[in-house]
């Protein structure tokens, strides 16, 4: 009678940039994938994103960022998910983030970052690979 | 993952994690979820839940935030399960019924959980029911579930709600639509939303005639009323009735609708328990196989392999 326990993923769109393109095309592929994608819409504050994180019980947060704000905005959300005992969730983002940035963004608990160019495939693999095991 | 007595102590105190943790439990149907469901069953059944559902596009997410708004204004609680549909294909889901309720999210009053329907018919999840009963026992005063899109049979709602609301919007049919069976014999209250569209009296009309079509004198008439999800207008008057239904139900109907329930509820569960004892049975004797098989091979149909099984486990009475 058990279901299979699904993969369930937070597409979230910080900061003031509208673009979702990205972010949708992102959550399509793990769609098709098998997974639950759960999706913010835009112009979201770090709060809201780790309410959200916690409510919906996600195993997977995918940030996506194309404004440049990541630095400012990214430690906020990892501190927020921190204070409220969400660390065993899996951390990745992806959009416009600066090479010289990863290393900073990497070390911050983001696990990896994946730019412009990225085959979704490569995502999809990245979080069966990744993602933690629910107890 | 804490034990599941503390996921629903947790519940009980109204813990935000622990309810998220408890609906994943329910949504897993693993070994521990039925111990949650007894832990927290006695402090249920103190929420107002309410079903609305509706044709794909007819507002019922964004009706949903301005009704939240508007219950919180009246200083109630809030919990939401909002179903999307599962593909039946991949069997991954994308829920995007929350956006339209994103500005609520940080709202320590208001608890809104995705759920996708894993494949169950009906307009809902089979983790539905049970994780109403979660938000229910985590103290809110009022649970809303949103079904999925829905078309024309997707009624399983109304075994999860006391109140169903069924919304439509102007332009999706005419008074032939309206005479249909189905999701039109469910609605407690009829909405039609986006009623700033210039159609909009047309359509409340057809549900009006539909409704004296109605030759049965009933206690409760649905009524129809006007939404504009958009800016809110109507939406004090929707929990006005909403309100009112409840007060009828429980002058009324309560026992006699709670009744049904709970008989509907024990026959599912009677269901599910005696099929999966029998099934592990037949898995353990190493029959299973023998039986799939003759139903393959079409020499027994399955109701009468069920009615040789159920008479051996229970004698010819059954």
């Given amino acids: ?135 | 993952m804490p034990k599941i007595q503390e996921i629903a102590r947790g519940v009980l105190a109204g813990d935000r994690r622990s309810i998220a943790r408890a609906i994943t439990t329910i949504e897993d149907n693993t070994a521990e979820a039925q111990e949650l469901i007894a832990s927290i069953f006695p402090r249920t059944g103190n929420a107002h839940v309410i079903g609305l559902t509706g044709p794909p596009g007819s507002g019922k997410s964004t009706l949903i935030d301005k009704i939240i708004r508007e219950y919180r204004q009246r200083g109630k609680t809030v919990g939401v399960i909002a179903v999307d549909p599962t593909s039946p294909f991949t069997g991954g889901a994308f829920l995007g019924d929350r956006i339209r309720m994103q500005e609520l999210s940080t709202d320590q009053g208001v608890f809104i959980r995705s759920m996708a329907t894993r494949s169950y018919l009906g307009g809902i999840a089979k983790a539905t029911k049970n994780a109403a009963k979660v938000l229910d026992a985590a103290g809110k005063d009022i649970v809303i579930v949103e079904t999925v899109g829905a078309g024309q049979s997707e009624v399983e709602i109304i075994k999860v709600a006391q109140t169903t609301v069924v919304i439509f919007a102007p332009g999706l049919g005419d008074e032939i639509q309206a005479i249909k069976a189905g999701i039109m014999e469910i609605a407690d209250i009829f909405v039609v939303n986006k009623a700033d569209r210039a159609n909009a009296n047309k359509a409340v009309m057809d549900i009006q005639a539909m409704l004296q079509l109605n030759n049965k004198e009933k206690m409760w008439k649905p009524p129809v009323l006007k939404t504009t999800a958009l800016t809110g207008e109507g939406v004090p008057q929707l929990i006005e009735k909403i309100g009112e239904h409840r007060l009828f139900l429980e002058k009324r109907l309560e026992r006699k609708r709670s009744g049904e329930k709970a008989e509907a509820e024990l026959v599912e569960a009677i269901k599910e328990k005696v099929a999966s004892s029998i099934i592990e049975e037949l898995k353990r004797e190493g029959k299973l196989e023998e039986f799939l098989q003759k139903i393959l091979e079409k020499k027994m149909d399955p109701a009468s392999i069920a009615e040789k099984l159920l008479n051996k486990k229970f004698g010819k009475q059954v």
């Avoid at chain 1, 600066?98 to 983001?110: A, H, R, S, V, W």
């Fill in chain 1, 1 to 135: 009678m058990q279901n299979r326990k699904k993969i369930r993923v937070l597409i979230a769109k910080p900061g003031l940039d509208s673009h979702d393109r990205g972010a949708k095309i992102i959550a399509r592929a793990l769609r098709d994938a098998g997974m639950e994608v759960i999706y913010t819409g835009l112009k979201q504050t770090p709060e809201q994103i780790v309410e959200t994180a916690l409510q919906e019980d996600v195993d997977v947060i995918g940030l996506s960022i194309l404004s440049g704000a990541h630095k400012t905005l990214f430690p906020i959300i990892i501190d927020l998910l921190k204070q409220k005992g969400l660390t065993d969730v899996l951390v990745v983002a992806g959009g416009i983030i600066p090479e010289e940035d990863i290393p900073g963004m990497k070390k911050l608990g983001i696990k990896e970052i994946f730019g412009p160019g990225t085959r979704t495939d490569k995502i999809v693999q990245f979080v069966f690979e990744n993602v933690p095991k629910r107890t």
